[in-house]
DNA sequence: ACCTGAACACCGTTCAAGT
DNA sequence: ACCTGAACACCGTTCAAGT
């Protein structure tokens, strides 16, 4: 009995979640936040906006999916090391490099902190540092000071992509911080006028691994017995 | 002779930018992000969209000007500790408040670290920084740690307050770690289970605290010699 | 079932016209 | 100089109509 018929009659590249994240993905790495629109997306399939709606939830839904997809992409890669704290900067610098190919991620996470992939590093993370010896009681709260250590810093690495965007300067930060000394007496802050010299050079990369060892010992001191 | 004359013929209650970011303020406290439109702040002002843009230079401008009002007050009510790390902890904790009575605050940090109002903050922490004996070249570093802690601790609160608006419940972290769980094997995630425990009684400012002596700690153990 | 694209209800911003 | 409000160029989302 022919009960059943093939579902896809229609033409082979068929519309599918899948692959409508993955052309958001791909216009948010090239044009950036702004330029993900539900008509672009469509514009892409050379098809109506409608359509779109018969396989994301939304645009917001949308959003959540690709840095879903990044994120799990990010931590799918990271294999088990032998000390819990090279695990846990394995995961800190999985994400850091993840926000920094796509910064728009980085937004998105500090936008929506509670979305699944964030709480997938919550666990990667929580469940080494109970291995680190630090207490059951303080589990959450040394946990959810690399996290947000981890969220805050995304958010600046999405910032410095959009400003970047904008206006075509590389130092954007170096230029605010040169116009906020220029504003002041110089001698009464020699703090900024030091940082502003420190800020040429540096390195992200190096200066977000620095605060994952100022944290990590951080913990340790406080909370751990031996090592 | 009468070179000059009055400004201010027409009525009293004049629009201004000052009286403009107020009603911003206003609006972003009482009905949160989305409420704020030029269309509503016209309206509040019961004259046309175009006055606005007679006194700010824009929405983004707007967002920034009120942020940049909010973090002042913040910042200058914080006196003169004897310690430093006191200090340090008093202008943390007094932006944390401030996000905590304005949540919009903590999201636009987040979206615009550069803003002038956060170099202050910048300037704040450094500078007493450098007074707990952080030598010169590692400064940056430790400085852009708290401030990376804060800005996530900033965002994740923005997000709360909107998802607090979106959804009235109370717990919306723990219901979605209650979700993750739900979708995966209990057993094989001890650390989350526990997590939802924790998280059910949890205070927001002492965590928040917590992840201050984190950090304050790594950074006296690091780069301190004395204290 | 899936696609199409016009229509709806909004935005931010601009600008000719008023006082 | 300052204000007014219509107009413009967009959005996300919905929905009747097609296949």
Do not use: C
């Not at 992509?161 to 020699?190: C, G, K, N, Y």
């Not at 502003?196 to 050079?201: L, P, R, W």
């Not at 990369?205 to 340790?220: D, H, K, M, W």
């Amino acid at each position: 009995m022919t009960t059943s018929r093939p579902a896809a009659t229609y033409r082979s590249d068929a519309l599918s979640q899948e692959r409508i994240v993955q052309a958001a993905i791909a216009i948010l790495d090239k044009d950036g936040e702004d330029a993900l629109t539900i008509r672009a997306i469509a514009a892409h399939f050379a098809t109506g906006q409608g359509a779109i709606y018969h396989h994301v939830g939304g645009k917001k839904e949308l959003l959540r999916e690709a840095t879903g997809h990044i994120l799990n992409d990010a931590t799918a890669r990271i294999g088990e090391q032998d000390l819990a704290a090279d695990s846990i900067r394995a995961v800190m610098v999985g994400v850091f490099d993840a926000v920094d190919a796509h910064p728009w991620v980085g937004a998105q996470i500090a936008r929506e902190p509670s979305q699944v992939a964030l709480l997938d590093l919550f666990e990667l993370i929580g469940s080494r540092l109970s291995a680190l010896d630090v207490p059951a009681a303080e589990l959450f709260e040394a946990t959810s000071t690399l996290v947000n250590y981890l969220l805050g810093v995304a958010a600046q690495y999405a910032a410095g992509a959009r400003l970047a965007r904008d206006a075509d300067r590389t130092d954007f930060l170096a230029s605010a911080v040169e116009e906020w000394i220029s504003r002041r007496d110089m001698a009464a802050h020699p703090f900024m006028h030091q940082l502003a010299a420190q800020m040429v050079g540096h390195d992200d990369r190096v200066q977000f691994l620095a605060g994952i060892e100022i944290i990590l010992e951080g913990i340790t001191v406080r909370y751990g017995q031996t090592r």
